[in-house]
């Protein structure tokens, strides 16, 4: 049934205040203004600060009595350096709150910059290990908005960011509560000019965290339910986003689809991003991307504990003969569709390397919520599956 894309519009607040729907970016001003805000600083990357969408939205700011700076130096994968950075100008210019605008990259950078305004410590210190979080000055936190660009991470909806470690090449999760953006504005609008290829990969990393979610052990029914949603729009939507990029029905689901796996995750992760976040690092490839090529095998190396539960999947999904195979066979004909590379080599991925590559996704956090447990002896195992191409 084809509906209105312009009725996709709500006013949610799950699990924050999220102004959903297209033509709401409008909305801007007044939303910063809610959350306190009088001299925002907006982050995102280089190539979306060169589009009409950025100046439009501080154009509207000013002209609403908001002035707002821009930093968007910020590499795909971002790194420590970009946080610096974004920090130094933040306080030189008297800001006292973040707009976070882009996807992963953007969204995780601005967040940190945020999170760090209001700290004398090391960032690294921080990292989503244990209780880090609480000896954060969490007073010092200036307000976040965030306005997601992509369908993918769900950063916007996350409490933590991604960045890269330059001095030992790892990505670290940096967490605090108050990272949650304290209004979200996803107009899916915004995401009509995004290119198949990126649309695809994106899409991509909205399904791997709804399926690590679903399957994630421990009990957590309101994650498994938003994660289960998630897929089946990922299912609907997905192909005809990257078919015809100027959808905006499709365009709005798979929005929606991105926030849902990122709350879903909070269930857990497992070995598909553990594996992932090491060539991330290493090899600066697209995280969805890379999600994507390591999907099938952990699917594989997980089978024993996940079977039961993808055959339930594989029904809701309304499958042709439910089972853990017609899950297997959806994933990889989805990336067959979009051209992605069935083996880590198509990521650059040395055969060499895989030791330490191991070595890293063992230590990595996202390892803990596998539904099988894994250490560098099991992730090499799928290292050396996905190198091979061998999937089962």
Request: proline share 7%; hydrophobic share 45%; glycine share 10%.
């Amino acid at each position: 049934m084809t509906i209105d894309p312009k009725t996709l519009s709500g006013n949610w607040s799950f699990p924050t205040q999220i102004r959903f729907g297209p033509g709401r970016i409008a909305e801007l001003a007044r939303a910063c203004k809610s959350l306190g805000m009088a001299r925002p600083l907006l982050v995102t990357d280089p190539g979306l600060a060169k589009l009409p969408m950025v100046g439009d939205a501080i154009a509207a700011n000013e002209a609403a009595g908001l002035p707002t700076g821009l930093f968007s130096d910020v590499k795909p994968n971002p790194v420590g350096q970009n946080v610096e950075d974004g920090l130094k100008v933040y306080r030189e210019g008297g800001h006292d709150g973040v707009i976070a605008w882009g996807g992963g990259s953007g969204l995780d950078a601005a967040k940190a910059i945020a999170f760090m305004a209001g700290q004398t410590k090391p960032m690294w210190e921080f990292e989503d290990r244990g209780d880090n979080w609480k000896a954060a000055n969490a007073d010092g936190i200036p307000p976040i908005l965030a306005v997601p660009t992509t369908a993918g991470t769900g950063s916007e909806v996350g409490r933590a960011g991604v960045i890269l470690d330059e001095s030992d090449h790892t990505k670290k999760v940096i967490f605090h509560p108050k990272m949650l953006a304290g209004i979200v504005i996803s107009d899916p609008e915004l995401t009509l000019g995004l290119p198949a290829h990126i649309t695809a990969a994106t899409g991509m990393d909205a399904l791997a965290h709804c399926l690590e979610a679903y399957c994630a052990p421990g009990y957590h029914p309101m994650a498994e339910g938003i994660a289960v949603e998630g897929l089946r729009l990922v299912k609907d939507w997905l192909p005809t986003a990257v078919r015809d990029g100027g959808n905006l029905e499709a365009r709005a689901h798979m929005l929606v689809a991105a926030s849902m796996g990122a709350t879903a995750f909070q269930k857990g992760l497992g070995a598909i991003h553990a594996l992932s976040h090491p060539v991330g690092a290493i090899y600066n490839s697209h995280h969805g991307l890379t999600n994507a090529v390591f999907m099938p095998y952990v699917l594989a190396f997980n089978r024993p504990a996940i079977e039961h539960r993808m055959t339930r999947l594989a029904a809701w999904l309304e499958l042709p003969n439910p089972s853990f195979q017609a899950i297997m066979d959806w994933v990889t004909a989805l990336r067959e569709e979009f051209k992605m590379p069935h083996t880590i080599e198509g990521l650059g991925v040395e055969e060499d390397r895989l030791d330490e590559l191991s070595r890293m996704a063992a230590e990595d956090p996202t390892a803990s919520g596998n539904p099988i447990a894994v250490g560098a002896a099991e992730l090499k195992t799928m290292y050396i599956a996905a190198l091979e191409g061998r999937v089962g």
